[in-house]
Structure formats: structure tokens, C-alpha cells
Nanobody
Framework: QVQLVESGGGLVQAGGSLRLSCAASGRTFSSYAMGWFRQAPGKAREFVAAISRSASSTRYADSVKGRFTISRDNAKNTVYLQMNSLKPEDTAVYYC???????????????????WGQGTQVTVSS
């Protein structure tokens, strides 16, 4: 497992942008598939975006496709989530997740991942 720390959350108006960061410990970050999930009060945790170990593959939930971009900088042990055109329904706690992989596989379910950050709050006002 790796230790993950999210940052970059905050309060933003609808239509605005935020960039979330997830910093990972360790020297084998390039072996980890990474994902972003979010959870709003009273709702189940839902998949947002994922990226493979070398960033050759990405995947997005339909609700964020075209608005959010996941990326990674393996030299900095960091994965990012750029969020544009934010909507009030994007309000949630956003979690970073990781799982070591031996290929470019990604996961879209929480069960795929075995390391999680503490989460960062994103609030979008209208």
C-alpha cells in the first residue's frame, strides 16, 4: 500500500474550476493505477476518473466526461484531477485511490483499490 494525501478542494461557484492533487509516498508510484471517487451525503461512493500506470489509458464517468481531466506526473508521485465547468451536483468529498498493477489496467469500482486518501471537500455553489 501507499500513503495518499489529497489537496486542492474548496468552495467555488458554478461554472468555475478547481484542480485536485493527490500526493503519494514511495518510489514505485509509476506501478500504480490511480482513481478518483466522490461521495455526497446520503449517496453511495461513485467513480469519477481513473488513469493507468503510465497514463496510456484513462476513463471517466459519463457525468464528468468533457469537464474533468485526470493526469499524473510520475516524477512527482502525484495524480491530478482538473475540474472545469463545475456544477452544484459535483459537490462531494473527493477521494484518491491507488492499486499496484503490472499492466495498464484500471479500476472503476472502489473494491479494485487498496489504498485511499483522507478525502478533500469540493463545494459548488449556484
Amino acid at each position: 500500500q501507499v500513503q495518499l494525501v489529497e489537496s486542492g478542494g474548496g468552495l467555488v461557484q458554478a461554472g468555475g474550476s478547481l484542480r485536485l492533487s493527490c500526493a503519494a509516498s514511495g518510489r514505485t508510484f509509476s506501478s500504480y493505477a490511480m482513481g478518483w471517487f466522490r461521495q455526497a451525503p446520503g449517496k453511495a461512493r461513485e467513480f469519477v476518473a481513473a488513469i493507468s500506470r503510465s497514463a496510456s489509458s484513462t476513463r471517466y464517468a459519463d457525468s464528468v466526461k468533457g469537464r474533468f481531466t485526470i493526469s499524473r506526473d510520475n516524477a512527482k508521485n502525484t495524480v491530478y484531477l482538473q475540474m472545469n465547468s463545475l456544477k452544484p451536483e459535483d459537490t462531494a468529498v473527493y477521494y484518491c485511490a491507488a492499486r499496484i498493477t503490472t499492466s495498464q489496467v484500471m479500476g472503476i469500482t472502489p473494491e479494485f483499490y487498496d489504498s485511499w486518501g483522507q478525502g478533500t471537500q469540493v463545494t459548488v455553489s449556484s
